[in-house]
């Protein structure tokens, strides 16, 4: 939903300011990199149109906001990722093929299975979360999760439900977890790692 107010407060030197809705309510924190428009300088009662999310801290603050007179441009959608599918698909069919044909331990690959299932289903209750303003999964959490094994699972979820697929900087530490779980998957098949394989055998 979008709302209106007046600039009442800004910081020039800081970059952020408030907002006092127009319907009333407690005023909205909103930093230049929320403006559309980034090479206007916002002054003082500048008359506002904005949206509400929250920052990394989980406080609400102003995103996607215009001038007066400035219309919000409609973002194209971002593609689905096939190669993430593809990956995490392929994967899993992996595990579970060399798992029934002797040559992985079954307990791992249920275990990747079960988490990927579980980070799945977080992922989902985050985006639901998100969508009603609910104290979110933290993003620590959900690169543990990653890293554990349930990165497949994490993977389909950003694609499929189009969550936590944009932020950049959450993407390079998700495929970093990912290269670390394969390392240390690739790790267990050497002479060291067959030792600790023969424990789930």
């Known amino acids: ?6 600039l009442i407060k800004w ?10 809705p127009t319907g009333g309510g407690s005023h909205v924190f909103i ?13 003082l009662k500048d008359v506002i149109t904005f949206s509400i999310t929250k920052d990394s801290d989980n406080r609400y603050c102003a995103c996607e906001a215009t001038f007066s007179g400035e219309k919000l441009k409609q973002k194209k959608p971002k593609k689905v990722s096939l190669f993430s599918i ?8 992996l595990l579970v093929i060399t798992a029934f044909l002797g040559y992985f331990p079954q307990k791992i690959m249920l275990f990747y299975l079960s988490l990927s299932f579980i980070t799945y289903l977080i992922y989902a209750f985050d985006k639901s979360k998100a969508k009603r ?5 933290s993003e620590g959490t959900l690169h543990i999760l990653a890293l ?4 497949p ?12 697929s944009s932020k ?26 067959a030792k600790f394989l023969a424990i789930f055998n």
Request: aromatic share 12%; net charge positive.
């Open 1 to 6: 939903m979008r709302l209106k107010g007046q």
């Open 11 to 20: 910081h020039a030197d800081k970059a952020y300011g408030f907002i006092a």
């Open 31 to 43: 930093h230049k990199s929320a403006f559309e428009n980034r090479q206007r300088e916002p002054k």
């Open 86 to 93: 593809f990956l995490s698909l392929t994967f899993l069919a």
């Open 133 to 137: 303003k609910a104290w979110r999964t």
């Open 148 to 151: 554990a094994g349930g990165w």
């Open 153 to 164: 699972g994490a993977a389909l979820a950003q694609q499929l439900l189009r969550h936590k």
């Open 168 to 193: 950049r900087d959450f993407r390079v530490i998700f495929w970093l977890t990912v290269m670390i779980n394969l390392g240390m998957l690739i790790g267990l098949h050497t002479s060291a790692g």
